[in-house]
């Protein structure tokens, strides 16, 4: 997996996790992991591309049993740091070895949040559904959050700052993005393509829009001193999250599989 993140670990709860916008967009996403989670019979997790742990921690809270792993050891050590009364197991492990990693368990379902995946090319996201799949109990369930194409928000952001070259950069093949000063070598990819990936192992049980109305993180600059503004697409936001239509143009989408 290129790009480890190791530089981002330092300040990532500062510029997302506990931000305005971070925080309502993992709210969407937890949302509609509960529903999910109310519906099913699931006990063990795995979270692949943790981060700083804040899923995980949430998660075993609720009394998962979770393993949470990262590629970068700066953000399992910062995982670490923190308060963890309900024993999640982080671990530092490179997304394309997961199944070697874990080669005697099996999982109830597979979690990756806010574009993890997004920083594997499709050989290695077709590799993973293959992967997911062996790690994955018999009625195992695979929870997605991925960076689109479509994007409207990143969109408009360029063209109001006249970068017209940059609109549309995610329909490139990768992208060299700027992670607090890291550059991470990007891939976007619309629901449609991630299907064919993984329809051999999967079937598609429901997509979600995450981030349609409210922005993406880098404009939290902009609207953290707005607050009837973010309340109103907060709002707004709630109201299309079943318009799975939408996924591909919001700033990310939820995708659930049933492992086939």
């Not at 790009?3 to 309502?24: E, Q």
């Not at 949302?31 to 591309?49: A, C, P, R, Y």
């Not at 329909?171 to 449609?192: C, L, M, R, W």
């Not at 880098?218 to 503004?229: A, D, G, I, S, W």
Request: charged share 25%; aromatic share 14%.
């Amino acid at each position: 997996m290129k790009g480890n993140f190791d530089t981002a670990a330092s300040n990532y709860d500062a510029s997302f996790t506990y931000s305005i916008i971070g925080k309502l967009q993992r709210d969407l996403v937890y949302k509609q992991l509960l529903l999910l989670l109310s519906n099913s019979e699931i006990n063990s997790i795995l979270e692949v591309n943790c981060g700083t742990g804040t899923d995980a921690l949430w998660l075993a809270e609720k009394g998962y049993r979770v393993n949470a792993t990262d590629v970068s050891a700066q953000m399992i050590a910062t995982a670490k740091r923190k308060e963890n009364p309900n024993g999640v197991v982080f671990q530092t492990a490179d997304i394309n070895n997961i199944e070697q990693h874990f080669a005697t368990e099996k999982f109830d379902l597979i979690f990756s949040n806010f574009g993890g995946l997004n920083c594997v090319s499709e050989m290695e996201l077709r590799f993973f559904f293959k992967n997911a799949a062996n790690l994955l109990t018999e009625k195992g369930q695979l929870v997605l959050v991925i960076m689109p194409r479509d994007t409207i928000w990143e969109q408009l952001y360029f063209m109001v700052k006249a970068k017209f070259s940059k609109a549309f950069r995610r329909h490139q093949e990768s992208v060299q993005a700027n992670v607090d000063g890291e550059k991470i070598t990007t891939y976007y990819y619309n629901p449609k393509e991630v299907l064919p990936l993984a329809d051999r192992y999967f079937k598609l049980k429901q997509l979600n829009p995450i981030g349609f109305f409210v922005p993406p993180s880098y404009l939290e600059p902009f609207f953290k001193n707005k607050p009837r503004l973010i309340g109103l697409l907060s709002r707004l936001e709630k109201k299309i999250t079943r318009f799975s239509f939408l996924a591909k143009c919001a700033d990310h989408y939820l995708i659930v599989f049933d492992k086939k």
